[in-house]
């Protein structure tokens, strides 16, 4: 069984920051992406950042430059930090591990971030 936990989502004022980050219990041996989507009610989840093992990442453009993804050297625990926060950017966020041979996703229950004056 993998779990998928993630932790410091919360409450900040546009411009904040806040530092998200998720553990993976699963070897890192058969990790092989690991990633951060969101979710406001009545849209679909969408993709906010991913990191391969070797440390290539991937963005969407509506974050390029105000979010950054990490992972630790253990190489199980991912981390988002989001610089220069909008409202806009608020949402439940999931982090999603894609791991073993045939390529399975495990998701997180999420933590919210809101994004308010």
């Known amino acids: 069984q993998v779990h998928v936990v993630e932790s410091g989502g919360g409450l900040v004022q546009p411009g904040g920051s806040l530092r998200l980050s998720c553990a993976a219990s699963?070897?890192?041996?058969?990790?092989?992406?690991m990633g951060w989507y969101r979710q406001v009610p009545g849209k679909q989840r969408e993709m906010v950042a991913d990191?391969?093992?070797?440390?290539?990442?991937n963005y969407a453009d509506n974050v390029k430059g105000r979010l950054t993804i990490s992972r630790d050297n253990a190489g199980n625990t991912v981390f988002l930090q989001m610089n220069s926060l909008k409202s806009e950017d608020t949402a439940v966020y999931y982090c999603k591990v894609v791991a073993g041979s045939y390529g399975v996703d495990y998701w997180g229950k999420g933590t919210l971030v809101t994004v308010s004056s």
């Open positions: 990191i391969t093992p070797g440390g290539s990442t």
């Open positions: 699963v070897s890192i041996f058969s990790i092989q992406t």
